[in-house]
């Protein structure tokens, strides 16, 4: 395929805005773009309908379960190194005593993060209900609660027992970042021409924060303020030595959790 028709998707979320911002300009004579929720992204890469997309780290490794020649393409990525803000554990009982929870539907790699961090921690396997977007998290009929996006961010007062960051907990127990979702290409696709692309993209939404939490912060709900202190302070965009290892240390707990099978080991493009 000739690298100028490439067919490339990502998550118009919050937390992508930096790294598609002023993308589709920058992709003319590379290929186009198109937006979609994380998961008909994956599906849309696994059945070729897609060349590349920015896709959740749990639908990379299950790609490779899956036995998909997967390539992370950049080291434009979505990540955290400590608190994310917008992931988090909410619970009516003590962290040890969840025997039942309600998974936020809108992030996969998250529930299995949640699950593999209470495996690990406690050697509990609670069990999982999906939480609609539309359902109020404190309605869910669980000890506790894993909420992604401004639901997470200011959580009801006064119903839970204990709010876990899962970014927090991942790092504390790893001492590692954690990688939220990157760019990866199908096999057989010539992307040459495309890190370069992505990576000036996500450096010139680095530059722009504070303008992309203004255009944000409306539709969020959140303040500027708000939008502007999280993509600085809890969000990261680059994948490094230490996001890499990271990536592998979920990998291989995932397979230890029995949450994914044996599959090939995480490598770069």
Known sequence: ?????????????????????????????????????????????????????????????RGLERGADYRIVSDAAITCSGPVWSVRLMSRVPIAQIRSIALDVGSRTSAALVQLLLRRAYGVAPRTVPLGME????????????????????????VFHEIVDLGQWWKSMTGLPFVFAMWVA???IDIEPLGKVLEEA???????????????????????DDLFRYFRGNLHFEMGPQQWEGLRS????????????????????
């Open 135 to 158: 359902r109020a998290p404190e309605a869910a009929p669980t000890d506790a609660i894993l909420l992604i996006g401004d639901r997470a961010m200011y959580p009801p007062q006064g």
């Open 1 to 61: 395929m000739a690298s100028g028709s490439l067919r490339i998707g990502a998550v118009s979320y919050l937390n992508t805005k930096p790294l598609v911002f002023g993308l589709r300009e920058r992709l003319a004579g590379v290929g186009r773009l198109s937006f979609n929720l994380p998961s008909r992204l994956a599906d849309e890469l696994s059945t070729g309908k897609l060349d590349v997309a920015l896709i959740p780290s749990i639908e990379y490794f």
């Open 186 to 188: 199908r096999g057989g």
């Open 202 to 224: 996500r450096d010139c939404g680095v530059a722009h924060l504070r303008e992309i939490a203004e255009a944000e912060a409306g539709k969020s709900g959140l303040t500027v």
């Open 250 to 269: 979920y990998h291989e707990g995932l397979i230890e959790s029995g949450l994914i099978s044996q599959s090939p080991a995480v490598t770069a493009g």
